[in-house]
């Protein structure tokens, strides 16, 4: 019934996202999707104006670096306005790879309309199962289901109210957001009320809930851009504040102030202090509901910097305290904060000379543990480049961070290099990160060190056709657990390493387009003596893919992709990234044998009303119950249906 329904509405422009865009969400992970969806979609719905924009508002963009933005300024300020993109592109000796990249986001019109505009966006997924309803173990209703109100006004005001539950969960308003953003309040000083967050330095105090890693742009996404405070109405049930910050902006000089008082989910140790803060965001269970906003915190700060010509300079301070005290439990945290208050004080700086930006942060916290993350970008004509260090204490406590880093902002030194360059019509990425855990922890109680390679090679054959290969080498050290003959748990450690190789063929004809994937992944590790012989892993994951965009019959569009993979076992998983209902995607992982498909059809009316449906199922190969050599398939469907309304 449901492909029926699918194929009647792909009789009905696709909302997924560009190829550079599923590019650089593939550093992301599932959880912080909704967020930076948001944002480029509102870049496209709202594009930069090249002859008015400030420094701030360039740095919106992605896949553009600071010295670019400098050099858009100058030409601006030197030889006026630009009279079109194409004037633009030329002035600027832009490449066609970042004109593609960039040019959804940007124009030399201003938008006229300063009315108000409205939109309604309601969401409901569920997954289901031929074995067993999933969702059966909890009282709740199985449906996931968001529903989103903007209200704005151009210059004037913005709004947004925000009400979600997650599968299983018994209340309909299981995790509520809004806020509301004034312009211009009085001159130069805007205000947010209700729930925001702020980007600041390279976010090493704060930053919002979703951060750029290492992915396929290793010079534009690793660094951070500081930016102004922005309303949160999103997904992510973590990491934003709760009350109300006014900025205030005069020429040359950036001041925010700000305070919050959220509630956080908790859980408890015997002595009634808290052990720890649950992230997943559900409440299902009794017990993930007993932990639902237990604990109070409170914190207050400050945000200055200075903006010139040749770049900016910056501070800010952050104090944070918990109603109740935060103890450790045992040498399993030994690291971990602990108590009731906390502070951070941190300068960042953000410069440009020539070619060349130099940018980066230094933080302290209240345990007198220091990070610090430096770097340096350099943008020529025919090579892009950035080398990045950072240093993070094994005690610092940053809650509200997300600065790049291999895992997290602690217990870690590493260097970042990077490069784009283009060879023979070849576009050529490469990315090395190298990083040590200098100080061990309970999980690994000896010091550990990595490292990742990544090489992407693309290149258009024609107007048509584009070639890519993706290359990766991961090294890691790790700990695994082994029983002796004596049954006693014993621990080695091991070099783990992975290899992948990932090619693509892409091809788009107007209304219609095909991408096809490849990929092997090849995980091993050393040979480790033991009592019982040596012991190792070497296992071998395959994955490939077939998409077809079809958008033939204005308005109506459709997406189907077939998915076959075949892996040794969860350890050579493969992942493989997904376009799903507007505003969400999703990076699922997948072991054993089997294949996966799924068709997305959207429709849109008279630019006010789009209807998406998304339907998917995955059947992997198991062992059937009581049998040796008998197999049956397991089959796990899932619905999506999204509504739109905009005025």
């Keep these: 019934m449901w492909i029926f329904i699918l194929s009647v509405l792909s009789l009905f422009p696709l909302m997924a996202q560009t190829e550079s865009e ?26 930069v104006n090249i002859n008015k924009a400030s420094i701030d508002e360039f740095g919106k963009i992605p896949f553009i670096t600071q010295v670019f ?43 006229k309309f300063d009315g108000i505009t409205f939109s309604i966006r309601s969401r409901f997924q569920r997954h289901y199962s031929d074995q067993e309803n999933l969702n059966d173990a909890y009282p709740g209703s199985a449906w996931k289901m968001y529903h989103r109100i903007r209200l704005s006004r151009k210059n004037v005001f913005k709004s947004a109210l925000l009400v979600e539950k997650d599968p299983g969960e018994t209340h309909p308003a299981d995790h509520l957001v809004g806020f509301v953003e004034i312009d211009n309040l009085y001159k130069n000083i805007r205000l947010v009320i209700g729930h925001y967050y702020i980007k600041s330095g390279q976010g090493l105090v704060m930053w919002s809930p979703y951060g750029f890693s290492k992915g396929v742009y290793p010079v534009s996404s690793v660094k951070r851009n500081s930016g102004a405070v922005r309303g949160y109405a999103s997904t992510d049930e973590n990491n934003f504040f709760t009350g109300s910050a006014a900025e205030l902006s005069t020429g040359f000089f950036h001041l925010v102030l700000f305070g ?12 009634g202090t808290i052990k720890s803060f649950p992230a997943s965001g559900y409440h299902r269970t009794a017990y993930e509901r007993d932990t639902k906003e237990r604990i109070t915190e409170s914190l207050a700060g400050v945000r200055c910097d200075i903006n010139e010509a040749w770049g900016s300079i910056g501070a800010t301070y952050l104090f944070t305290k918990y109603s109740l005290p935060v103890k450790n439990s045992g040498n399993k945290n030994l690291f971990s904060f602990e108590g009731r208050n906390h502070h951070i004080l941190s300068l960042d700086f953000d410069v440009c000379f020539s070619r060349f930006n130099f940018f980066g942060e230094v933080a302290r916290c209240r345990t007198n543990s220091m990070a ?42 590493g260097i970042n290099i990077g490069f784009i360059t283009k060879v023979f019509k070849y ?56 029983t002796s003959r004596e049954g006693i748990p014993s621990q080695i450690l091991k070099t783990q390493r992975q290899k992948s190789l990932r090619l693509e063929f892409l091809s788009d004809f107007n209304q219609l387009s095909f991408k096809t994937r490849v990929e092997l992944n090849h995980i091993y ?6 009592e019982w012989g040596y012991t190792n892993t070497d296992e071998t994951g395959i994955l490939f893919f077939q998409d077809i965009d079809l958008d033939c019959f204005n308005p109506f569009s459709i997406r189907f992709r077939w998915v076959q993979c075949k892996t040794d076992s969860y350890i050579s998983r493969v992942y493989e990234f997904e376009n799903d209902l507007p505003g969400t995607f999703s990076i699922p992982f997948l072991y054993g044998e089997g294949f996966r498909w799924y068709m997305i059809a959207y429709v849109n009316i008279k630019d006010h009303f789009d209807i998406t449906m998304k339907y998917r199922e995955t059947n992997m190969k198991k062992l059937i119950d009581g049998s040796n050599d008998e197999y049956g398939w397991d089959i796990k469907k899932y619905l999506g249906i999204q509504a739109d309304v905009r005025f």
């Design 22 to 47: 599923e590019e650089l969400l593939e550093s992301l992970s599932e959880g912080q999707s909704s967020e930076i969806l948001e944002e480029l979609q509102d870049l496209r719905e709202n594009p």
């Design 69 to 111: 933005i400098h050099a858009v300024i100058r030409e601006r300020q030197g030889n006026g306005s630009f009279r079109s993109l194409e004037d633009f592109r030329e002035r600027l000796h832009i490449d066609a790879g970042l004109w593609n990249m960039i040019k959804p986001y940007i124009t030399v019109k201003s938008n």
């Design 260 to 271: 919050s008082c959220t509630r956080l989910d908790a859980s408890f140790n015997s002595d």
């Design 372 to 413: 610090f993350f430096t770097g340096c970008i350099c943008d020529a004509d025919k090579i892009r480049g950035v080398v990045i260090y950072r240093n993070f204490s094994p005690r610092f406590y940053s809650p509200h961070g997300h600065g790049f880093s291999a895992s997290s902002v602690k217990n870690e030194r």
């Design 427 to 482: 576009k050529i990425n490469l990315m090395f990160d190298f990083y040590r855990r200098p100080w061990r922890t309970f999980r690994t109680p000896v010091p550990v060190r990595g490292d990742d390679l990544y090489l992407w090679v693309s290149k258009r054959i024609s107007s048509h056709f584009k070639i890519k290969c993706k290359l990766k080498f991961r090294t890691k050290e790790k700990y695994d657990e082994y």
């Design 525 to 530: 590790d050393t040979d480790i003596e033991t």
